[in-house]
């Protein structure tokens, strides 16, 4: 049974950093596609950034990009985001996700494994 626990999210002011974790079981971890995706009330859910199996190749969105850094330990099998100079319209619950059927993807729809999910606001 595959399982991803998030943990991290929280209030923070604006300018500040937080850093988001993502730990995995019941997966080929070394050998799945890794990404953090975001959902604000009243939006869909959006892809927030990405990482290879190896780690080599990262992908993020425009908004985030120079913010946010995704990383991967293959050897504990857990991933991150770390998130700095946060803004307001950060604030959303942010999900991971994983797929060993997948190299790297912005597409939501290609993940099968998702968290429960982790609140992060960002206060004015």
């Known amino acids: 049974q595959v399982q991803l626990v998030e943990s991290g999210g929280g209030l923070v002011q604006a300018g500040g950093s937080l850093r988001l974790s993502c730990a995995a079981s019941?997966?080929?971890?070394?050998?799945?596609?890794l990404a953090w995706f975001r959902q604000a009330p009243g939006y869909e859910r959006e892809f927030v950034a990405a990482?290879?199996?190896?780690?080599?190749?990262?992908y993020y969105a425009d908004s985030v990009k120079g913010r946010f850094t995704i990383a991967r330990d293959n050897d504990n099998r857990v991933f991150y985001l770390q998130m700095s100079s946060l803004k307001p319209e950060d604030t959303a619950v942010y999900y991971c996700?994983?797929?060993?059927?997948?190299?790297?993807?912005?597409?939501?729809?290609?993940?099968?494994?998702w968290g429960q999910g982790t609140q992060v606001t960002v206060s004015p």
């Open positions: 996700a994983a797929d060993p059927r997948v190299v790297i993807s912005k597409d939501r729809r290609g993940y099968d494994y």
């Open positions: 019941g997966l080929t971890f070394s050998r799945s596609g």
């Open positions: 990482i290879s199996r190896s780690g080599e190749t990262t």
